[in-house]
């Protein structure tokens, strides 16, 4: 199946810095979500973002499909912005219609 | 309008047991998929139903299983349990368009889960 790798694993910042997170795939995707992980366990929507740059507040999200990657960028880090932050594509052929298949997440962790 | 829900929120059982899980998708949306979280394994596909059909499997045991109802509410049956099934199990659902190959899913929103522990 396909291959979502996300990075850097770990990453940790003191509140107010930027940071960009990547995902890059293996194969041409249908579309691709990026979630926050709350600490109750929840998945959170950030973006659905298959193409394109899209903004939302301090958090922006840009995919290039043609070179199977995205970015997921946070400005003036909050501590509430502390979590796992996942990426996940859904390739939408066939018997895989509907899955959508998940990085391991970037911890990030932002301190006072 | 509502997310998605997911009862119960935590279960302790014992090996050998079963469960049932259960997910109430967002009003309107036909699609419920079903993932396994585990600190080892990462985010894992269980199933998915679209208009009560199982439309897709992970490679997951026969000890799992799942059904979805008419009014979109869906199930998941673990039976047998092991120590290895305790994880968090997330439900997603989505607005299914159908299209000429089939219906196509757009965003996908997660329930918060339940939390099986297995002892």
């Known amino acids: 199946g396909i291959q979502v790798e996300q990075s850097p694993p770990d990453l940790i910042l003191q509140e107010g810095a930027n940071s960009t997170l990547r995902c890059n795939f293996s194969d041409s995707v249908n579309n691709l979500q990026w979630f926050h992980q709350n600490p109750w366990g929840q998945l959170i929507n950030l973006f659905y973002i298959p193409s394109g740059t899209k903004q939302n507040g301090r958090l922006s999200a840009t995919t290039v499909a043609t070179e199977r990657y995205s970015l997921l960028y946070i400005s003036s880090s909050q501590t509430t912005d502390s979590g796992v932050y996942f990426c996940?594509?859904?390739?939408?052929?066939?018997?895989?219609?509907?899955?959508?298949?998940f990085g391991r997440g970037t911890q990030l962790t932002v301190w006072p | 309008k509502a997310g998605v829900t997911q009862t119960p929120r935590y279960l302790i059982k014992t090996r050998g047991q079963q469960v049932t899980l259960s997910c109430s998708p967002i009003s309107g949306h036909r699609s419920v998929s079903w993932y396994q979280q585990t600190p080892g394994q990462g985010l894992q596909f269980l199933f998915e139903y679209f208009s009560e059909t199982q439309r897709n499997k992970g490679n997951f045991p026969g000890r799992f299983s799942g059904r979805q109802f008419s009014n979109s509410r869906s199930e998941m049956n673990v039976s047998t349990l092991e120590l290895g099934d305790s994880a968090l199990y997330l439900c997603a659902s989505s607005l299914a368009i159908t299209g000429t190959s089939g219906p196509r899913r757009e965003t996908q929103y997660f329930g918060p889960g339940t939390r099986l522990l297995v002892l």
């Open positions: 996940a594509v859904d390739i939408d052929r066939g018997s895989t219609l509907g899955r959508l298949y």
